[in-house]
């Protein structure tokens, strides 16, 4: 069973780092593919990022430009999304998804691929 569960949002000043997790409460991810994508009132859920099941393909939204990290903790059963010098532009909230069965990066992009979401996590950047 999955359970996609998010935490680490809250508010920062532009410039800061956050780091938010996500795990599943059902069990594992380790071997699981993953994303995360963020949304802002009255938009789409944008694509932010995704890490394959074995760690070998990870893919960026153009607009991550570096700032962001994804990664995962296997001993923790926890994977995380790292963003650096936040902006203003970063306020949304995120959330993360998993997908059960075979994995197309190439597909990765799409919010329908991801089967299972978390609540979400509100990342607010303001001086």
């Known amino acids: 069973q999955v359970q996609v569960v998010e935490s680490g949002g809250g508010m920062a000043p532009p410039g800061d780092s956050l780091r938010l997790s996500c795990a599943n409460s059902?069990?594992?991810?380790?071997?699981?593919?993953f994303a995360w994508f963020r949304q802002t009132p009255g938009k789409e859920r944008e694509f932010v990022t995704a890490l394959s099941g074995s760690g070998s393909s990870v893919k960026y939204a153009d607009f991550v430009k570096v700032r962001f990290t994804i990664s995962r903790d296997s001993a923790k059963k926890s994977v995380y999304l790292y963003i650096n010098r936040l902006k203003l532009e970063d306020t949304a909230v995120y959330y993360c998804a998993v997908r059960v069965g075979v994995y197309n990066p190439g597909r990765a992009k799409e919010s329908g691929y991801w089967g299972h979401w978390g609540q979400g996590t509100q990342v607010t950047v303001s001086s």
């Open positions: 059902g069990g594992t991810l380790q071997h699981l593919p």
